[in-house]
């Protein structure tokens, strides 16, 4: 059995498919209270500040053997990082890494930059 604490990304179908998700792959997760659906939504960012889904919150949207949003919530702070374990057609599964990144540089990577262009341009070759 793996060790550690899983969760599910989920909602990343309009957010430009599973591209963001490569294994081994670092993310941002940060708490999103002002979310008008969910008070305990999770939304999750990849390196160059983009949104790409957000944390499952349901017994509908997770995976089995990973934790939900509102399971996790208040043992995270309110950004952290996890990395991306494994992928199926509409969830990914990754393993949580830092509970709190509070430290300005460790968030440098996670920053929007001026212009979107930076970010997609890669995504395009």
Same mark, same amino acid.
């Given at each position: 059995?793996?060790? *550690?604490?899983f969760?599910?990304?989920?909602?990343?179908? *309009?957010?430009?498919?599973? /591209?963001?998700?490569?294994?081994?792959a /670092?993310?941002?997760?940060?708490?999103?209270?002002?979310? %008008?659906?969910?008070?305990e939504?999770?939304r999750?960012?990849?390196?160059?500040?983009?949104?790409? *889904?957000?944390?499952a919150?349901?017994?509908?949207?997770?995976?089995?053997? %990973?934790?939900s949003?509102?399971?996790?919530?208040?043992?995270? *702070?309110?950004?952290? %990082?996890v990395?991306?374990?494994?992928?199926? /057609?509409?969830?990914?599964i990754?393993?949580?890494? %830092?509970?709190?990144?509070?430290?300005?540089?460790?968030l440098?990577?996670?920053?929007?930059?001026?212009?979107l262009?930076?970010?997609?341009?890669?995504d395009?070759?």
């Amino acid at each position: 059995m793996l060790e *550690g604490t899983f969760i599910t990304v989920t909602g990343f179908r *309009g957010m430009r498919g599973k /591209q963001p998700f490569p294994i081994g792959a /670092q993310l941002l997760c940060c708490k999103d209270p002002n979310n %008008t659906f969910d008070t305990e939504a999770i939304r999750v960012y990849a390196k160059g500040g983009r949104a790409v *889904g957000y944390v499952a919150n349901s017994a509908s949207t997770k995976a089995n053997g %990973t934790m939900s949003a509102a399971r996790i919530y208040d043992t995270v *702070g309110d950004r952290f %990082t996890v990395e991306v374990c494994f992928t199926t /057609q509409t969830k990914v599964i990754c393993k949580l890494i %830092t509970r709190s990144v509070d430290d300005p540089a460790a968030l440098e990577d996670y920053r929007r930059p001026e212009s979107l262009e930076d970010v997609y341009e890669e995504d395009d070759n």
